[in-house]
């Protein structure tokens, strides 16, 4: 039988991984998290002032149903003429 080759560690080949460490934890902290507790906070009703801080009231995507389908935007660029229908503004056309 021949005798099993034993492995050593390579410290040269784990350099670079240990190096990328403090980069994964600096896109972690100053990219990802920001994304995640801003999508976070557009789930709920945030409310700043008061005796309590920070408050959040849960109201899931009903914020992002306000936006693009009451017509908050599109009110504001169109003018109250737009009627919205199937999340399209129309003026009154008969197509529409």
């Known amino acids: 039988m021949a005798a099993k080759k034993k492995r050593r560690f390579n410290r040269a080949a784990l350099t ?5 460490i403090p980069w ?5 902290v100053f990219r990802l998290y920001p994304i995640l507790i801003s999508f976070w906070y557009s ?3 945030v409310t700043l002032l ?13 914020n992002f149903y306000a936006l693009l389908l009451r017509g908050g935007p599109l009110r504001t660029i169109f003018g109250p003429r737009c009627k919205l ?5 129309c ?3 008969p197509l529409c």
């Open 91 to 93: 003026w009154a056309r």
């Open 16 to 20: 670079p991984f240990v190096l990328l």
């Open 24 to 28: 994964f934890i600096g896109i972690g």
């Open 85 to 89: 229908r199937y999340g399209m503004c």
């Open 43 to 45: 789930l709920h009703n």
């Open 50 to 62: 008061g005796g309590d801080g920070l408050t959040l009231e849960w109201v899931g995507f009903d």
